[in-house]
């Protein structure tokens, strides 16, 4: 199944550190993608917890098998 995730304001799942885990619609997209869905979570380029931006423009990053991130550039 194809499925798409909006959210904004979560951690994402490109390089997490000690500090940060996944919220609910990470654990969910990977939830989905371990077991063969094609997940597609869109979200925001900017990093809410530290008050700056992923990407200076909009990206598309596979994180895991089945699993792409679509971040828009916006302002913070």
């Known amino acids: 199944m194809n499925v798409w995730l909006v959210t904004i304001g979560e951690p994402?799942?490109?390089a997490l550190s000690k500090e940060d885990r996944l919220h609910r619609t990470g654990q969910f997209?990977?939830?989905l993608a371990s077991r063969g869905h094609h997940v597609v979570w869109w979200t925001s380029a900017f990093d809410h917890f530290r008050?700056?931006?992923?990407?200076e423009q909009d990206a598309t990053v596979s994180v895991a098998p089945n699993l792409?991130?679509?971040?828009?550039?916006?302002?913070?």
């Open 12 to 14: 994402l799942p490109l």
């Open 68 to 76: 792409i991130v679509r971040a828009l550039r916006g302002c913070g």
């Open 29 to 31: 997209a990977q939830f």
């Open 51 to 55: 008050k700056r931006h992923h990407f």
